[in-house]
Nanobody, 117 residues
Framework: VQLVESGGGLVQAGGSLRLSCAAS????????MSWFRQAPGKERSFVAS????????SYRDSVKGRFTISRERAKNTVYLQMNSLKLEDTAVYYC???????????WGQGTQVTVSS
């Protein structure tokens, strides 16, 4: 599976961005999809995930109510809508595909999100 993220950029605090992750190379619906992020000097950490069907989602506490993960099967794409962005959301965001929850197998190259004051 190949994953290509897009949609990152520079945004002011309080603004919004939508990240996209386009998948190719295998049946997209087989994979449990997640977003991770890595801020400068910090370890990579979980942000959000969505089940194969899209019916179940989960989020890290700090983004609940602000971020929304979704997937569009027809386009083999998963999205991360990020609202009310904060300075601490600045990071490289990675799209990840897992055959089962937690079994992170395929990673995208990452897209930079920078939130300014």
């Amino acid at each position: 599976v190949q994953l290509v993220e897009s949609g990152g950029g520079l945004v002011q605090a309080g603004g919004s961005l939508r990240l996209s992750c386009a998948a190719s190379g295998d049946t997209f619906s087989r994979y449990y999809m997640s977003w991770f992020r890595q801020a400068p000097g910090k370890e990579r950490s979980f942000v959000a995930s969505i089940s194969w069907s899209g019916s179940a989602t989960s989020y890290r506490d700090s983004v609940k109510g602000r971020f929304t993960i979704s997937r569009e099967r027809a386009k083999n794409t998963v999205y991360l809508q990020m609202n009310s962005l904060k300075l601490e959301d600045t990071a490289v965001y990675y799209c990840v595909a897992a055959s089962t929850p937690g079994a992170y197998k395929y990673w995208g190259q990452g897209t930079q999100v920078t939130v300014s004051s």
